[in-house]
Structure formats: C-alpha cells, structure tokens
C-alpha cells in the first residue's frame, strides 16, 4: 500500500514537472520591444513645393500631360512638405545615381539610428545576438547586415538576416524570423533595422505608373531592439500577441501589379498597376479571417456567428447585404483592438482601411498625419505611426496595437502588440512638431503654386517658367 502511494506521489510530482517545465518554455518564447528608434534626415533634404517643382522640372522626358498628373496626384497624395529626400535628388544626380548614393544612405541611416538606440538602451554592441535587415531595393556585396557588424564590432557568432524585395511589409516579416528564433532559443536580444534605398531607385521616365512612386516614396527607417529575456520584461515597451502574414504571390495578377522593372525605354522604376487596390483587397481579407479569432473576444466571435447564422436562414437579408455594404467588415475589431497601425501607402490606402473595418478618424489620424510628414517611408512607415501615438501619449498599459502592412508580392501582414507600461515619457523625431498635429488642413500648397498649369492647353508651344528649371 505505501509502495503504491509513494508510486502515485512520483507520478504526480513528475506531472507537475511537465506542466511547469512548458509554462517555463513559453514563457522563455515571449518577442518583447526594449525600445525603438526612428530616423529623421537634416532639415537640408525636406522636399518643399518649390524643391519638387524643380526635381520634377529637370526631368526632360515628361510633357505637360504628365505635369498635369503630377499635380493631381501629389495634391491628392496626403503628403506635406516636410518629407525627406535622398542627397542625391536633392543635389540633382536623381538620373544617375551611384552605387555609393545607395551606400551612404544607408550608412548614414545605421550609424545614427542604431548609435542612439544602443546608448538609450544601455545595450552593448556585443549582446546583440540576432541582426535582421530588411531593404527591399538595395543588395549590396559584402551585405548591408555584415556591414553593420563591421561597423559596430559584433560577436562573431551573431545570427545575421538579410532581406531583399520584400516590399513595405518586410519589418513584419523580419519580426516574424526574430520571433521564431526566440522561439527556440532564451536569453536573447535581437536588432531588428528596417528602411528603404530610394537614392537609385527614383524613377526619371514618363510612364505614370511609375512615376506615382516619386509622389510617395519618402526616405525614412527604423531600429528596434527586441528581447525574450524573463530578467528585461520589467524594461519592455510591448509585447508581441500573435502574427499573421498572407501571401497571395501565385495569383499572376497579384504577383504581377507592384514590382521593380524597367520601362519601354529601359529606365529603371517601380511599377504600381491599377489593379492594386483589388489585390490589397484580396489579400487583406484573406489575412483577416485568420487574424480575428486571434484577436476578438468570444463575445464578439459569437454575435458574428449569430448574425451569419440570421442571415443564412433570411433569403432577403442574404440578398440585401450582397448587394450593398461589402466591403466592410461585419466584425467588430474595436472590442479586441484600441489603437490601429496602419501602412502610410497613400491616402487611398489609409480611406480603405478604415471604411473596412469601419474607423474613425482618431483611429486614422496617426496614419494620416504619418503620411503627411514622413510620406511612406515603406517598411517602416508603421514605427512612425506607432511613434505619432506614443508622442501623443495615447499609449496605456494593457492597450492593445494592431498593425497592419501591405507589401509586393503581393503580401498582407499583420500582429497585435500588447502596451506593458504607458508610453510617451522619452522623445521621438515627433517631438518637436507634435504639437502641430492634427493640423486644421492637410491641404498642400501645391495647387496654389503650380495650378496654373492646368489652365495651359497647348502642350506644343509649352515651356517650363525658368523658376522650375
């Protein structure tokens, strides 16, 4: 008798083991965010009105058609005149770029950003344990990550990504390599640099295609230190929920309406067809139906379930809602999400988000106003967005941030983080214009100054005023 109670007391403790020792393994598998660091460029390569009416009056292939669509399209842009250039645009090389332009910017990019966010943090270069960079439209040899570990002086057993060609969603997809990482492995910290290479990607043709990414694309990057170390949980700023990513590349058409690609005449750009939008669509609510169980309430699950169900079984209310309204989404995100990080990739893009899943505009406003000041700096655009919120302190323990990006392949990702403590107490690149937004107007003052130029009609005596040239 003694002999089976000590055999089911062993069974037991050994039970209790297992259980302790897999809640001690997940928690050893948490992504938290130590600290960020966004980037701002020198007053020197802010894009006015009168700096893009120059760059756009020395390129000697567009016509007065084409000026006229670069005005409705920047005036309808959603972007200020406070976004940033490369130097080589703003030195006007924009036609022929170098190998060192992309270079530089790049460089210049890592020695300030990643210098500030390991002196706040109190991280060594030496406890960086993984190193993921994502620039969609710059390889270089050797890469931009080994260039990094030369500068900074990292361990040689650092586990180093590079990416490449991953669009404006790419910080998503390199947190979804650091999140496996922690995964299987505890005790780390992981240097996550996110940016885009415009110095020899701006376009100089005609086709307008192509040439809408210069109304958009702005410079910009960020740097996020992230960690699963029990001993810094005390220290994060957010936690990481879930993750989902949605690639849509084996649909030829999605796969094929946004790439890098040369036109007729052979000069190199970005292309983004018009049937973007129906793509974006596609792969957005693909992403959602995998997201919302994650990030919903039961309660809200359930009325959806209810209403579905109501539907069904009404023939008339099936007809009804097919035939107006379909583009919103019948769930209710708010009741599982508080704030919304959206992609900055126009104005078109923020509007359509925010009818689907029904927002309002304090929940468009940090994307608005990123767009406006920052303009879409690709994949980092969601960090400045999630830096407008945290400048303005909206950020409170135990809120909850979905973000969401879009990106060429054609890919939609998104997560939920988890605020661990109120935000707001350390300055950002919004700190010293925050108090400017929401401004009374986003209206730019580029119809004011260049409007007259839809009142021209004759584009074969038409000549450029010797201001733009």
């Known amino acids: 008798m003694e002999f089976l109670t000590l055999l089911y007391a062993a069974i037991a403790l050994y039970l209790c083991f297992l259980i302790w020792k897999l809640f001690d393994q997940r928690r050893g598998q948490e992504c938290y965010i130590l600290d960020y660091q966004l980037y701002k460029p020198g007053d020197e390569r802010k894009l006015g009105t009168e700096c893009c009416g120059k760059i756009i009056g020395r390129n000697k292939h567009l016509g007065l058609n084409e000026y006229k669509f670069l005005l409705k399209a920047i005036v309808n842009s959603g972007i200020g005149e406070e976004t940033y250039a490369p130097r080589n645009v703003i030195e006007g090389r924009e036609a022929n770029p170098t190998l060192n332009d992309g270079v530089t910017e790049m460089e210049e990019f890592f020695n300030d950003s990643i210098a500030k966010l390991l002196a706040r943090s109190g991280i060594s270069p030496s406890q960086i344990d993984v190193l993921v960079v994502n620039v969609s439209m710059f390889a270089v040899v050797p890469s931009l990550t080994s260039r990094i570990i030369n500068y900074y002086k990292m361990r040689e057993d650092i586990k180093a990504y590079n990416l490449t060609g991953m669009g404006c969603s790419a910080s998503l997809i390199s947190l979804d390599i650091i999140r496996n990482v922690f995964k299987s492995q505890k005790n780390k910290c992981a240097l996550l640099v996110t940016s885009e290479s415009l110095s020899p990607n701006w376009y100089d043709g005609n086709d307008r295609s192509m040439i809408l990414a210069n109304c958009l694309f702005r410079t910009g990057g960020c740097v996020i230190l992230l960690t699963n170390k029990r001993s810094l949980k005390h220290r994060a700023m957010l936690k990481l929920k879930c993750l989902v990513r949605t690639h849509h590349g084996a649909r030829e058409d999605a796969y094929s309406c946004c790439n890098q690609k040369e036109d007729e005449q052979g000069r190199l750009g970005f292309y983004l067809a018009k049937n973007l939008p129906k793509a974006a669509t596609r792969a957005f609510v693909e992403n959602l139906r995998v997201l919302s169980p994650k990030v919903l309430p039961t309660r809200e699950l359930l009325r959806f379930m209810v209403v579905s169900l109501i539907k069904k079984l009404s023939q008339t209310s099936s007809l009804k809602s097919s035939s107006g309204g379909s583009n919103k ?68 323990k135990g809120d909850r941030v979905l973000m969401i990006s879009f990106g060429a392949g054609f890919k939609c990702n998104s997560c939920l983080w988890e605020v661990m403590k109120d935000l707001g107490g350390h300055a950002n690149v919004w700190s010293d214009c925050i108090h400017h937004y929401p401004p009374d107007s986003l209206a730019n003052p580029f119809m004011e100054k260049f409007g007259w130029i839809n009142n021209v009609q004759d584009a074969t005596t038409f000549k450029l005023p010797d201001f733009l040239k």
């Open 329 to 396: 989404s019948p769930l209710n995100f708010k009741t599982g999400v508080d704030h919304f990080c959206l992609h900055t990739g126009g104005k078109a893009v923020i509007d359509g988000i925010g009818m689907s899943l029904d927002l309002c505009e304090y929940d468009l406003e940090p994307a608005r106003m990123t767009l406006h000041r920052f303009g879409n700096t690709s994949a980092s655009s969601l960090w400045y967005v999630l830096g407008y919120m945290e400048a303005k302190k909206r950020l409170k």
